[in-house]
């Protein structure tokens, strides 16, 4: 079993920033890929961004591109997610994810990941 905790979350100003952690505790994979998904109130949980194992590939959703960078740190089984330029339609609760992978690639689809955090909310005041 994985664990996974995020932390980071909160109330922030539009155009201000910040960063989501995530640890990942418990059993380990050879390769696994993380993600951030995020939900907002009465919407289904959507794809934000994911990194590959080797942190070499990266993806993201449109509508966070040069605005949001995901970062990890195998050594500490972390992941992180800096959001800068926020906007209120940002708001919403951020889960941490973990997929595992037989090769270096990135997951894209909530439906391929193996293990969740529980979120951590992020509002964007206007």
């Known amino acids: 079993q994985v664990q996974l905790v995020e932390s980071g979350g909160g109330l922030v100003q539009a155009g201000g920033s910040l960063t989501l952690s995530c640890a990942a505790s418990g059993r380990t994979f050879s390769n696994y890929a993380m993600g951030w998904f995020r939900q907002a109130p009465g919407k289904e949980r959507r794809f934000v961004a994911s990194?590959?194992?080797?942190?070499?590939?990266?993806a993201y959703t449109d509508s966070v591109k040069g605005r949001f960078t995901i970062s990890r740190d195998n050594a500490r089984n972390t992941v992180n997610l800096q959001m800068n330029s926020l906007k209120p339609e940002d708001t919403a609760v951020y889960y941490c994810?973990?997929?595992?992978?037989?090769?270096?690639?990135?997951?894209?689809?909530?439906?391929?990941?193996?293990?969740w955090g529980r979120g951590t909310q992020v509002t964007v005041s206007s």
């Open positions: 994810a973990v997929k595992r992978t037989d090769a270096d690639v990135v997951a894209v689809s909530a439906s391929g990941y193996d293990y």
């Open positions: 990194i590959s194992w080797s942190g070499s590939r990266t």
